[in-house]
């Protein structure tokens, strides 16, 4: 999921910034790279060229430390959103007390409900619906 998300948004800015085309594209390495090309191959439009990995991107590229800042912010920024509409604090993360909090919005409005804030296929959720039995 992580690669197919960088991949879009390296399309989106390439399509913003066009006719121009950078030397280079820096990821902050998540994986190895030859996973990433791996699941990369599986897109439907792959960004292939001029890819470099780093790890630890934000100690050796600024422009990767302010996306990472921007990032967290606008990631906490949708959990209180989220907190907000479902009446009840939203923790980041995958522990019990994610759990907790998904067996909760099960109970309130089924997986429909879940499904509008959270990734169905992790083992969260079947965590959340035995804690709901």
Known sequence: MKVALHNQAIQLLLKKIAPTKPEAILIDQFTKEANYRKY???????????????????????????????????????????????????????????DQVAAKILKKGGLPLLSQYAKLHFKNTQKAQNLIK
Do not use: C, N
Request: hydrophobic share 45%; charged share 20%.
């Open 40 to 98: 990369l191959a599986k897109e439907a439009v792959p960004i292939t060229e001029s890819l470099y990995f780093i790890t630890k991107g934000e100690q050796h590229h600024l422009a990767v430390a302010a996306a990472s800042i921007i990032s967290r912010a606008k990631f906490l920024d949708e959990l209180e959103i989220a907190s907000q509409e479902l009446g009840m604090r939203i923790p980041s993360g995958a522990g019990f007390q994610s």
